[in-house]
């Protein structure tokens, strides 16, 4: 009896965030092993902070490029990474390669599976700022993994508009909600206790938390000094206010935070935490402030306002919805906005409803139904993700 040849699946990233994002897809997948081949590989674009994630998830990739090194370049990402993953896709050839969001390895990948002439299927497509450099690289890895893609697994019904209007077959694109709500489901827990040391030495009876995320590139000089300043003078005006400050290991964000925080008693400066850790913190915190994107989508999810330390930001949806303001990176700007939210119970109150635009927890299932639609094992297209108010 003639046997069917399962689909082979390679799923790729580098980052800390792609990881966690990717981690219950990579679950799904492998809970579809009957028509499934499922390989996972790495480039390592981050390394310390990679391994946390995969360490948590029980994650063991195929392959691992381990491309990082101190004060890496752009240059030197894009084409380990590029070379990296075309001798693994000439090795395993995947019927289909899975990247996710907007890092150097995305791109990367995505042009290695099109030498290849491989499929590619994008993970949190169509998000866009329409400004080239503005996060940098970022927005330009997005987009020109949307030129190489497939398949465009779009979060956020948003998202699949931007991809219409740049001409991507309708066909082609699934709305799915975003991966990164999957992960919450597994990570929140009332009863958690914090792994780093330093957290759970922290007395945060009484006080507001107001957890820091500021990293990106863009960033990095003034506008990072205007960031920690803004922190300083917040901690010193509300004394019930103390703000927790997971450091990237960027030599340049750590000297600059180091330098301006690390006197302040409001505030403890730590290094980056695990998942679990970050997730269940901005749990119990009265409020976000970060440059980050994956942390847009998640402090939404659970209830807790975000000032956005940029000018301009891919994820709308959320400050259409009230639960995000972009606050810049101007001092004054940020001391006013989060001000209004230490001040106003109203405005606290306005910001901190639980709305849940990016997911419900399914993603990942409607990622793998699809790809089982497309490549004709399954007659069943997945019915598209709409945003969810709780």
Request: glycine share 6%; proline share 5%.
């Amino acid at each position: 009896m003639d046997t069917i040849r399962k689909l082979k699946a390679a799923v790729i990233f580098g980052t800390r965030p792609d990881a966690v994002k990717m981690a219950s897809l990579v679950k799904e997948l492998k809970m579809n092993s009957s028509s499934i081949d499922t390989i996972v590989c790495v480039t390592a674009q981050h390394r310390q902070m990679l391994d946390q994630v995969l360490d948590i998830f029980n994650l063991v990739p195929g392959y691992d490029l381990d491309i990082m090194q101190e004060r890496q370049s752009l240059e030197h990402i894009t084409t380990k990474a590029l070379e990296g993953m075309a001798s693994v896709f000439e090795k395993e050839r995947p019927d289909i390669v899975l990247v996710h969001g907007d890092t150097t390895t995305c791109f990367a990948a995505s042009l290695a599976a099109f030498y290849k002439k491989i499929k590619v299927g994008h993970v949190e497509a169509g998000l866009r700022t329409f400004d080239k450099y503005y996060p940098f690289p970022e927005e330009i890895n997005r987009r020109l993994a949307g030129v190489l893609a497939d398949f465009h697994f779009a979060p956020t019904p948003l998202n699949k508009e931007n991809l219409l209007r740049e001409g991507v077959n309708e066909k082609s694109i699934y709305v799915t909600g975003n991966t990164v709500i999957d992960a919450l489901k597994t990570t929140v827990r009332e009863d958690y206790i914090f792994h780093d040391e330093k957290l759970r030495s922290i007395d945060f009876a009484g006080k507001r938390l107001i957890v820091v995320e500021a990293h990106r590139r863009e960033n990095l000089g003034p506008p990072m000094e205007n960031i920690c300043k803004a922190v300083k003078a917040i901690t010193e005006r509300y004394e019930d206010t103390i703000a927790v400050y997971p450091v990237h290991l960027n030599p340049a964000v750590r000297e600059t935070a180091w330098s301006i925080l690390g006197d302040c008693p409001g505030v403890h400066l730590i290094d980056p935490i695990d998942v679990q850790d970050m997730h269940n913190l901005i749990d119990r915190s009265y409020m976000v402030m970060t440059d980050s994107g994956g942390l847009q989508e998640e402090a939404p999810a659970l209830g807790k306002p975000v000032l956005v330390l940029r000018n301009e930001t891919e994820r709308p949806e959320a400050v259409e919805a009230g639960t995000v303001a972009l606050a810049g990176t101007c001092m004054d700007g940020i001391i006013a906005l989060a001000s209004r939210l230490l001040e106003s119970k109203d405005e606290y109150n306005r910001m901190a409803r639980a709305v849940n635009p990016y997911g419900d927890g399914n993603a990942s299932k409607r990622i793998v139904k699809a790809i089982l639609y497309e490549f004709g094992l399954s007659n069943e297209r997945p019915a598209e993700f709409r945003s969810q108010v709780r």
